[in-house]
């Protein structure tokens, strides 16, 4: 096992604060691990280094018109192909702030993680809101406490599976 320290790095983007609350409780689970440093990176912020520089990765995104968001696509897109086959193997798994069934965010992270190779370490964790009319999509978010402490054990065990080298 390498005694070399790891980096989870967390990409979100969020607009009505429910993502990066689920991204937020997420952190916390990860940090929690004293042999992984944890980095949470809004998507505008997030560039090829902060991907080459990581052990494993969780994406979060609302769900946006049956769709990932925008700003997480333009992150996949800017990263794509500066590190397509040099993170092969790495560990991910998904976060999804959904509307109704977020299942269409999810596939489309999934076939991005697919061309860079990574290795799904757990099924997306999709939460639903409900919302479905323009001003509940709209409206700032509150993830609730259950669903919170799902994100944080996500995070907890991704950063777990990094510093036991199980992944």
């Known amino acids: 096992m390498s005694t070399a320290p790891k980096t989870l790095l967390i ?93 269409n965010a999810a596939r489309q992270i999934a076939r991005i993680a697919t061309g860079w190779r990574l290795k799904e370490v757990a099924e997306p964790l999709i939460v639903c809101t409900h919302a479905q009319t323009p001003e509940a999509i709209l409206a700032p978010k509150q993830i609730g406490a259950d669903e919170l402490e799902r994100c944080h054990a996500l995070g907890e065990a991704l950063a777990a599976g990094l510093a036991l080298g199980v992944f």
Request: charge should be negative.
């Open 11 to 103: 990409v979100y983007h969020s607009l009505t604060g429910g993502t990066r609350q689920m991204a937020e409780a997420a952190q916390a689970g990860a940090a929690a691990e004293p042999a992984v440093a944890v980095r949470l990176l809004h998507a505008a912020q997030a560039g090829p280094d902060d991907v080459l520089a990581a052990q494993g990765y969780l994406f979060a995104t609302p769900e946006n018109l049956a769709a990932m968001s925008g700003q997480l696509k333009d992150f996949f897109d800017r990263c794509y192909y500066p590190v397509l086959d040099r993170i092969n193997g790495r560990p991910y798994a998904s976060l999804i702030c959904a509307g109704s069934d977020g299942q």
